[in-house]
């Protein structure tokens, strides 16, 4: 196992595999002439910051290595659109790879065959933290920190991989997938899959033509693994399958562990932590163990301290974690305490509010937060159980929140008591699992919504089960006879519900083919299949019910603005 600062030329044979590809691989021979074809372009460059993006994995590693061979200094952005170009512009630095609407110099693609230009890597990298709670922070991370880890994760995890290919859903735009899917298996000698998978279907079905493979995957992809997961066929050879980001519930590291016969590594660690601890869910809520190279206590005030060789500094960091060390040296998380809020003077844990949502039978997830109205008042996005949402379509909107109300009311202070409710299929997370609150927030900004009872995923599209309630605001005045669904609402829960489950992007460009069959009233439960084609622009929706098919039709979309 070598670090990133002790790769040379010679670390691998010529024909070693680095990148696998449908077509083949990509060795180290041809790595080392894709280096070597661009360090004279970065070179050339008067900027010594440079920012890289690119989806491809195989082609962000060629950048990075030209890169930081010349001593450059590498920001790595989690997204790409606009709004972070400009902030990366600001600061100052080109742009390398894949950037919209800016100067941005390209990987190139042909190799340098005649090369004996040396390698030794001295850079150093910026990476962004996930922008869960907010806009993303920029976190300095020098060569010697990033190899620290990788050398960690070889003495937890390196001898029950062997010499496995890694396959993920996660972006090595991330420090997740960046350590895990690409510099990890590079330092290892392990090769890699070039592109992240959008699908664990997907990624199964090509790790069943392999011979042996260890998957990177977020909680999040986890938590919706179809029924069509190949088991049988890739049981004997996944070596181990790695969930970071966020939570993994027990029910989800349960299908996992009854489909091969291993549960899920657990990595518990941040953006500015590094890794922090590991953990296999046999039972539910297993205690958390420190990685070897990683110290773990507990402050005065509660709060899990780590010390290791991942930092920046070599003090004990403070978490926002509260924790409670075992007998045996392993700990157990509890609140986040940065989510304690006051409102009217009032201290209110959030988390504890999360949990007493989670508590009652028709709440399978929850996250809360604080909104503004006329006053500042706790809302809440819920993810309901089957039971949860059987009682909403019989209750109705009103009767359903009365009854959490009442139930949550001898837990909870009255202003703990949720006032603003939202139903989701599925919390929004990011591609390595983490809650992003400012998706949550805009579900209480703009037009309402309908109530998703669930999602049903699929390669291209998938399909939502909502609910209609009678106190929804579009009945109102459209039709004085009766109360009816309007059309152009139809139209705009589809393009609104393509957004937010399918990454739907583009500015409203047409339609075509459109048709509205039976009318929609209150108290209806539909069923709205979505199909997104980002080649064509175009979105496919169909509301159904038990009636029969309501609308069809397809809505175009041109380029992002």
């Known amino acids: 196992m070598q670090g990133l600062a002790d790769l040379r030329r010679d670390s691998f044979s010529e024909a070693h595999p680095v990148a696998l590809m449908p077509t083949g691989a990509y060795t180290w021979g041809e790595l080392m002439g894709h280096v070597a074809a661009l360090r004279p372009i970065v070179a050339g460059a008067s900027m010594k910051r440079w920012a890289l993006y690119e989806d491809d994995s195989y082609r962000f590693l060629v950048g990075l290595l030209s890169l930081l061979a010349e001593g450059q200094t590498v920001y790595i952005p989690g997204d790409n659109h606009l709004g972070v170009v400009d902030g990366l512009s600001r600061a100052g630095v080109r742009f390398l790879g894949n950037f919209p609407d800016v100067d941005a110099t390209p990987i190139i693609a042909n190799p340098l065959r005649e090369n004996d230009a040396p390698l030794r890597l001295c ?21 010697a920190q990033i190899d620290a880890e990788l050398a960690s994760l070889e003495v937890e995890f390196g001898g029950q991989l062997g010499s496995c290919a890694m396959l993920g859903t996660v972006s090595h735009q991330h420090l997740y997938g960046f350590l895990f899917l690409l510099s990890w298996p590079l330092c290892s000698g392990r090769p890699f899959w070039h592109r992240s998978f959008v699908d664990p279907l997907i990624l199964a079905r090509r790790a069943a033509r392999l011979d042996g493979t260890a998957w990177v995957m977020s909680p999040g992809h986890l938590h919706r693994l179809s029924a069509d997961m190949p088991w049988k066929e890739v049981r004997a050879g996944v070596k181990a399958v790695f969930s970071s980001g ?120 929850a996250y809360t937060l604080v909104i503004e109205r006329r006053r500042e008042m706790v809302g809440a996005v819920c993810v309901l159980s ?176």
């Open 123 to 143: 850079g150093d990298m910026v990476v962004y933290t996930s922008g869960s709670s907010g806009e993303p922070k920029a976190l300095p991370k020098s060569l």
């Open 386 to 561: 089957q039971e949860g949402a059987h009682a909403l379509v019989e209750l109705g909107n009103a009767a359903f929140q009365n009854g959490l109300r009442g139930a949550l009311a001898s837990r909870l202070s009255t202003l703990a008591v949720p006032r603003l409710w939202r139903v989701v299929a599925r919390l929004p997370r990011n591609a390595q699992g983490k809650l992003l609150a400012q998706s949550v927030q805009t579900l209480f900004e703009g037009p309402r919504l309908p109530e998703v009872l669930a999602e049903v995923p699929r390669e291209t599209g998938c399909s939502l089960r909502i609910y209609v309630d009678c106190s929804s605001p579009y009945f109102e005045g459209h039709f004085p006879e009766a109360a009816i669904l309007p059309g152009v609402v139809q139209l705009q829960w589809a393009e609104e519900l393509a957004r937010t489950y399918l990454g739907l992007v583009g500015e409203f460009a047409g339609m075509k083919s459109i048709k509205f069959k039976e009318v929609i009233f209150p108290g209806r439960v539909l069923t709205l299949e979505l199909d997104w084609s980002l080649d064509k622009g175009e979105l496919s929706f169909d509301f159904t019910s038990s009636r029969g098919q309501h609308s069809a039709g397809h809505l175009l979309y041109g380029d992002p603005a």
């Open 246 to 365: 966020g939570p993994l519930d027990y029910s989800a590291a349960a299908v996992v562990n009854k489909g091969l016969g291993q549960a899920p590594w657990e990595v518990l660690g941040s953006s500015e932590t590094g890794g922090i601890a590991r953990r296999q869910q046999l039972i539910q809520d297993e205690p958390w163990q420190s990685m070897s190279a990683v110290e773990t206590k507990v402050s005065s005030e509660g709060t899990l301290q780590v010390k290791s060789a991942f930092l920046p500094e070599s003090g004990w960091y403070r978490t926002t974690d509260q924790a409670e060390i075992l007998a045996d040296g392993r700990f157990r998380l509890g609140r986040r305490v940065d989510r304690i809020v006051k409102l009217e003077g009032k201290r209110i844990s959030l988390p504890e509010v999360e949990a007493a949502l989670v508590s009652h039978a028709w709440i399978s997830d």
